[in-house]
């Protein structure tokens, strides 16, 4: 399961992987050899990206795209997880605004959606990335949820806080990213989805956290 820290004036924060592909967030060493670090940040730094994920993820200036608004039956869906989206938008670091247009791109809001090519759940974890999230069961929104979130968390670190190359790093992985030089992959079906997302992210300007640009 990973973990979530929020860093301290003190502390270094390390990040550390096992065997299982199993993500640990801790302000000491792990020792012995089950697990892999990944890296290590001082606090500050740390601090200052999550500072940027929280308050807009290097989005960049561009006209906001009039997104139509949730229907009915999707707004009761919405608030059925809100409770869910905001405590692992806090443990993951994340915003809460991101979670919502990942989960509105992905499912509507249906816990229950399946994609053609075998996604699961709120969030569309494909069965290796549920595994690698320790999610046993796709369809339970608590686990789906944690799950996507992590998966957002480790990508955004990846990529540097680019949420549009870890937006495409979610529909197409990580590695189609590095593939091509760490640019969004040619494909249009996930040009088309970090556009989606974008622009429900926009739609979420109003309700409340005005996400800053640059």
């Known amino acids: 399961m990973a973990l979530a820290l929020t860093p301290t004036a003190a502390a270094d924060v390390y990040k550390y992987v096992d065997a299982q592909g199993n993500t640990y967030f801790t302000?000491?060493?792990?020792?012995?050899?089950a697990y892999r670090?990944?890296?290590?940040?001082?606090a500050s730094t740390l601090a200052s990206e999550?500072?940027?994920a929280l308050s807009g993820l290097n989005l960049r200036r561009s006209s906001p795209v009039r997104v139509p608004e949730p229907s009915a039956s999707m707004r009761e869906r919405r608030a059925a997880y809100e409770s869910l989206i905001q405590a692992h938008a806090r443990r993951y670091r994340l915003s809460p605004e991101l979670l919502h247009a990942v989960i509105r791109a992905e499912s509507a809001y249906n816990p229950r959606a399946v994609s053609r090519a075998g996604a699961q759940g709120l969030m569309q974890l494909m069965p290796g990335t549920a595994a690698r999230y320790g999610v046993k069961n796709s369809f339970d929104p608590a686990q789906?949820?944690?799950?996507?979130?992590?998966?957002l968390r480790d990508l955004l670190d990846l990529f540097d806080q680019d949420l549009r190359l870890a937006l495409a790093g979610y529909n197409a992985g990580e590695g189609?990213?590095?593939k091509y030089g760490r640019k969004i992959p040619p494909y249009p079906e996930t040009q088309g989805y970090v556009r989606k997302v974008m622009q429900f992210l926009w739609a979420e300007r109003p309700r409340g956290a005005m996400l800053s640009e640059r």
């Open 37 to 42: 670090l990944e890296w290590k940040r001082t």
């Open 144 to 151: 789906n949820i944690r799950g996507g979130a992590a998966y």
């Open 50 to 52: 999550n500072q940027a």
């Open 27 to 33: 302000d000491s060493p792990l020792k012995g050899g």
């Open 176 to 178: 189609a990213v590095m």
